[in-house]
């Protein structure tokens, strides 16, 4: 099929998915201002941005299926949607780490990954594409449970069981790290062995 073939034309960049991840991505600040805005504290703004982050995430899942299911899948959504997933992960990694909830080191370990394969990525586009791996997308499940924790104050309602959710919080983001160095590792592996 290609794009001069009239019972198949190319879809518009204008479409339903496309417009969906590019408003997540014009949102995203608004989620960044919602988080810092009262210092992290326990009120309506952290509930409200942890809340957002969940349906960024689940939109994120939406319009993936729609340029599927519909054939809208475009270039420019293949550009966007990675984009959009990263900025959204990384202003909240970011934010976490600016309330001093996060270490930094684990912000920057997760950005280098996440910035480098992207980067990489876009580059080698036009002489190979290297399928997203099982790793990878286990990589982000876990990335969006850890920092769905981080964000929501559970602790602030537990009571005495608020250690669990920091002790859940800990695990959480400790794996989502352990998975995001392995699925780099593997990123770099898969792509040496396409060149091959």
Known sequence: MTSSDPAHPRPSNWNAPNIITAARIIATPFFVWM???DGGADGALRWA?????????ATDAWDGHIARSRGLVTDL????????DKFLTGAALVGLSILMELPWWVTIVVLVREVGVTVHRLV??????????WMGKLKTVAQSVAITLALLPLASVLGPAAPIAVWANILTMSVAVALTILSGIDYVVSHVRSRR
Do not use: E, N, R
């Not at 941005?49 to 995430?57: D, E, P, Q, R």
């Not at 959504?77 to 959009?84: E, F, R, S, V």
């Not at 586009?125 to 791996?133: G, I, T």
């Open 77 to 84: 959504g293949k550009l966007l949607d990675p984009i959009a």
């Open 35 to 37: 988080l810092l805005a």
């Open 124 to 133: 080698i586009a036009s002489d190979v594409v290297v399928a997203a791996a």
């Open 49 to 57: 941005a942890a809340a957002f982050f969940v349906l960024a995430i």
